[in-house]
C-alpha cells in the first residue's frame, strides 16, 4: 500500500489540520466531519482503516469540509445534522444548532405529558423541542395534538423536513409572531426563545454569532422581551392545571420566575442543567 492514502491517514490529517489551526474540539470535528464525507463509522474504521480511502472525490470533499470549519462554521451545519433527545434534526443557518442543554427543558415538558392533551412550542426553529415531545407521546403511546410555531418561514421549513424525516405527521406547524396567529388554549406551552442580551450578541463566539441566526439569540436589550410577551399571554392561551416550561440563560432565573408569578403562575421554580447551572424555569396555571 505504499503511497496510497489510507483512511487512517486521512483521518489523521484532519486533526492535525484542525489542532494545527488551534480549534478546541479538534479531534471531535475532524471524525464528526470523516465520519459524513467518508461515510464510514468507527467499526468500520477499525477493522478498515488501514485500507486506502477509496475515490479522491470523497478525500476533496473532507478537505473542502474541513476548510470551512477552519473558516468557523459549525460543524452540524457544515454536514447538515446535528443530534438531539437520541433524534436526528436536520439543521441550516436558518436555525440554531439544538444544544444538550435544551434537553433539560424536554424532560421537565415529558414529566406532564398526559394522553389527549395540546401542547405548543414557540420558537420551535428546527422543531426539536416538539419533535422530541412527539416522539416520546408517540413511544409512549400517548395521542397527543402537537403545534410548533415561528416567526421565520424558513426555519419551519426545516421543522417540516424534520417531522417527515421522523415520521411526525401530527406535528403541526404555525407561521406565526409569537401569539398572534394561533388559536385556541392548551395543556402545556414551551419555549426557547431568543435571551441573550442584544449588547453580547456581538461578543459571542464567532461560531454562534457568525453562524447561528441573530433573530433566534437576540432577546433585547436586557434579553427578556420574549419572556415579557410569554409571561403576559401564556396564561390566558392555558387550562386550568397547565404548564409552562422555559429555557433561560443561566443569570437569568430571577427575572423569569418574577415575570411568571407576577402574571399569575403558581408552582413557580427553576431546574438546573448538568453543569448546575439554572436552565429551566417552570409554572402552572
Known amino acids: 500500500m505504499n503511497g496510497q492514502l489510507t483512511l487512517a491517514a486521512l483521518l489523521q490529517e484532519g486533526r492535525r489540520t484542525l489542532q494545527d489551526a488551534g480549534i478546541e474540539e479538534w479531534a471531535a470535528d475532524a471524525w464528526y466531519l470523516f465520519e459524513d464525507a467518508m461515510d464510514v463509522d468507527r467499526v468500520h474504521m477499525l477493522t478498515y482503516g488501514r485500507e486506502e480511502a477509496a475515490g479522491r472525490e470523497k478525500a476533496d470533499q473532507y ?117 398572534e396567529m394561533l388559536d385556541g388554549d392548551y395543556d402545556m406551552i414551551v419555549s426557547n426563545p431568543p435571551y441573550i442580551p442584544a449588547g453580547v450578541v456581538d461578543g459571542l463566539d464567532p461560531k454562534v454569532r457568525c453562524h447561528e441566526p441573530r433573530g433566534a439569540l437576540d432577546g433585547g436589550e436586557d434579553g427578556l422581551d420574549f419572556y415579557r410577551i410569554i409571561a403576559g399571554e401564556a396564561f390566558g392561551r392555558l387550562r386550568a392545571g397547565g404548564c409552562l416550561a422555559l429555557e433561560i440563560g443561566f443569570d437569568q432565573a430571577g427575572d423569569v420566575t418574577g415575570l411568571l408569578a407576577g402574571a399569575g403562575f403558581h408552582d413557580v421554580s427553576c431546574i438546573k442543567d448538568l453543569a448546575g447551572l439554572d436552565r429551566v424555569v417552570f409554572g402552572r396555571r
Open 63 to 179: 478537505r473542502d469540509m474541513l476548510c470551512r470549519r477552519l473558516a468557523g462554521e459549525p460543524v452540524q451545519y457544515i454536514t447538515g445534522k446535528a443530534w438531539f433527545m437520541g433524534l436526528p434534526f436536520q439543521v441550516n443557518p436558518a436555525v440554531l444548532i439544538p444544544r444538550q442543554d435544551t434537553e433539560v427543558l424536554v424532560e421537565k415538558a415529558l414529566e406532564f405529558l398526559r394522553d389527549g392533551q395540546k401542547i405548543l412550542d414557540l420558537c420551535t426553529g428546527s422543531g426539536c423541542i416538539i419533535l422530541s415531545l412527539a416522539a416520546a407521546a408517540r413511544e409512549k403511546g400517548l395521542h397527543c395534538f402537537f403545534t410548533g410555531s415561528d416567526i421565520s418561514r424558513q426555519a419551519l421549513q426545516t421543522a417540516r423536513i424534520n417531522a417527515e424525516a421522523l415520521q411526525l405527521p401530527q406535528v403541526s406547524f404555525v407561521e406565526s409572531d409569537m401569539f
